[in-house]
């Protein structure tokens, strides 16, 4: 099965994203050292430089596991490879792909412009939706998606919480 981090290391790799974004937000730049944004080191400059975005945690569950898990293992394992393949894809440098369960990944994003989300999602929701060959059938499948920004004082867990939580509303439990 997909060799993918667990809670515990995206929970490190987001604490690296809250920091970097909250640097990025006290010293009003776009988290560019002076050196290397000029602009930063100038208050009328600063004040030009847009607003960081914050990190931000999707939840991404299979809604269709129950089809899996009527496969053999190995089927099972295939499918969830192809699907942890499809999403690695969609990973930006600086992001974190991520299954806490066999059912669910969650990415987490270093930047991302709360505009910006419903594409993502759409995305990750294409991906998924493209049909597998499963034991010779094609299967398609779709994902229900949670997803939270970052806020002041939030920690990684409770990001990764919240977009979980966020989940379980989609998924209608």
């Avoid at 060799?3 to 790799?13: D, H, Y």
């Avoid at 988290?31 to 847009?50: D, F, I, K, M, R």
């Avoid at 990944?105 to 999602?121: C, D, H, I, Q, R």
Wanted: aromatic share 4%.
């Amino acid at each position: 099965m997909a060799n993918l981090p667990g809670r515990s290391e995206l929970a490190r790799r987001i604490e690296t994203m809250l920091i970097d974004w909250r640097v990025a937000g006290e010293s009003g730049s776009s988290g560019l050292s002076a050196e290397a944004n000029p602009a930063a080191a100038s208050p009328v400059g600063a004040s030009h430089l847009p607003e960081p975005k914050p990190p931000a945690a999707y939840a991404i569950g299979i809604v269709d596991y129950r089809r899996l898990v009527e496969l053999d293992e190995e089927g099972m394992d295939k499918a969830i490879d192809e699907i942890a393949w499809r999403l690695d894809k969609l990973v930006r440098s600086g992001d974190v792909l991520g299954m806490i369960a066999p059912d669910t990944f969650l990415l987490g994003t270093a930047s991302m412009a709360p505009s910006s989300a419903g594409v993502v999602m759409e995305r990750i929701s294409g991906a998924v939706a493209m049909p597998l060959e499963i034991n010779g059938d094609a299967v398609s499948l779709r994902v229900a998606i949670g997803l939270a920004f970052a806020f002041d004082g939030a920690s990684p867990e409770a990001m990764l919480s919240a977009a979980e939580r966020d989940l379980q509303r989609s998924l209608g439990d």
